[in-house]
Each structure stands twice: as structure tokens, then as C-alpha cells.
């Protein structure tokens, strides 16, 4: 059972032009939920990390918003520089060294 | 410069033939694991130590083993690869075990079994 699905798979953008990106999970009892951003060729890299419906958290154009369900990566104005694949990964409530991936968005913002 | 390397960056093999990936991190983390990336689902769990000799089975261990004897280094290894395990790896590295609040990545191993 796929418990984080991210949506859409791709995503292409004019700079400026700003978008969410979802982040559906089903385990209950959330203990974290994290965005990660990931360049080709290279590792993903940590932006944010959500325990609580409601919290918000923001980095440069990026902001990140969570509910019971759900989690939106929020990107206002982008630039091309803000192209990547993001990640978003939830901490298993029964075993916190255990992740779950989604498959990720890849971002793509022409300018 | 703090961070989690990986070696090699690119490893072709053929079926059967053992190898080993290592994985070493500089800043001192109790917690490091092992994923494997492929196209449409995601990064998968391989492994995980939350510290020196205590190591336990993430979601895909089939194939693969770990030793957690340094608290640096997080070897993975195949003794006998193959086609399937052809992929992407990530090796990432905690601070606490106990609190896990993000994980720091490797650059990633490319492993192609022929």
C-alpha cells in the first residue's frame, strides 16, 4: 500500500508564474512530514520538515503547508534555478528510523 | 566540509560477483541508512543503523547486508547481485536516532548488474 503519492508527476512553469505541488500521505498518526529537493546528479537536499495540521514553514519562494492529509509545496515567482525534482517523505509514527518516499515532482521553470 | 560521501559514483557489474558500496560521513551522526532510488517509486529503505553494531531491515533488505563496525562508515553490500538490483543509491546520515529530524545524503552510487 503506497502510503505518499505525490502530484503531478511533472510540472512546467514560466518564471513568475507561481504553482503548489501535493503531497498526500496515508499513515495515521503523523510524526513528521519532509520536503526535500533534488538536483540531477545529485542527493536530496533537506528544505522543511512539518509535524502538525496547520504548520507552515518558508524558505525564499518556497512555502510549505500541512493538513491532516495532505502537504503543499507552494512556489510563488519562481526562477529557473528552482528547477528540480522535490521530494516528499513521511516518518513512519510506529518506527522514526523508518521513512516513506514519494516519487516526487519534477519542476521544471522556463524563462 | 561537512557531509556524506559515497564510492564509487558509478559501479558496472555482472550477475554474482560481490561488491561492496561504502558509504562514510564526517559530523559525528548516530544514525545512518541506505535507499535505493528507481524511476516511479520513490526512494525505498534498505537498511538503517541507529548506531555503532545495531543495524535492522528497512523495507527492501532482500540482497543486501550492512555492517555498522565504525560509527563513520556504512558499508552495503551485494554478495551476489543482480539484474534487479541495477539502480540508484543513496546513503544518508542523522544526527540523533532518537529524533531523526533530517537526513543528509551521499551524492548518490549509480549501479548497473549486467
Known amino acids: 500500500e503506497d502510503q505518499v503519492t505525490q502530484s503531478p508527476e511533472a510540472l512546467r512553469l514560466q518564471e513568475g508564474e507561481s504553482s503548489s505541488l501535493n503531497c498526500s500521505y496515508t499513515?495515521?498518526?503523523?510524526?513528521?512530514l519532509f520536503w526535500y529537493r533534488q538536483d540531477p546528479g545529485k542527493g536530496p537536499e533537506f528544505l522543511f520538515t512539518?509535524?502538525?495540521a496547520g504548520e507552515e514553514k518558508e524558505k525564499e519562494r518556497l512555502k510549505a503547508t500541512l493538513t491532516k492529509k495532505e502537504s503543499f509545496l507552494h512556489i510563488t515567482a519562481p526562477k529557473p534555478e528552482d528547477s528540480a525534482t522535490y521530494l516528499c517523505?513521511?516518518?513512519?509514527?510506529?518506527?522514526?528510523?523508518?521513512?516513506?518516499f514519494g516519487s516526487g515532482t519534477k519542476l521544471n521553470v522556463k524563462p | 566540509e561537512a557531509q556524506v560521501t559515497q564510492n564509487p559514483r558509478y559501479l558496472i557489474t555482472v550477475t554474482g560477483k560481490k561488491l561492496t558500496v561504502t558509504c562514510s560521513q564526517n559530523?559525528?551522526?548516530?544514525?545512518m541508512s541506505w535507499y535505493r532510488q528507481d524511476p516511479g517509486l520513490g526512494l525505498r529503505q534498505i537498511y538503517y543503523?541507529?548506531?555503532?553494531?545495531?543495524?535492522d531491515k528497512g523495507d527492501v533488505p532482500e540482497g543486501y547486508k550492512v555492517s555498522r563496525k565504525e560509527k563513520r562508515n556504512f558499508p552495503l553490500i551485494l554478495e551476489s547481485p543482480s539484474p534487479n538490483q541495477t539502480s540508484l543509491y543513496f546513503c544518508?546520515?542523522?544526527?540523533?536516532?532518537?529524533?531523526?529530524?533530517?537526513?543528509?545524503f551521499g551524492s548518490g552510487t549509480q549501479l548497473s548488474v549486467l
Open positions: 543503523s541507529m548506531n555503532v553494531e545495531v543495524t
Open positions: 544518508a546520515s542523522s544526527p540523533s536516532a532518537t529524533t531523526n529530524e533530517k537526513l543528509f
Open positions: 559530523m559525528n551522526h548516530e544514525y
Open positions: 499513515v495515521s498518526g503523523l510524526r513528521g
Open positions: 517523505a513521511v516518518q513512519s509514527p510506529y518506527n522514526f528510523n523508518k521513512f516513506y
Open positions: 512539518l509535524y502538525s
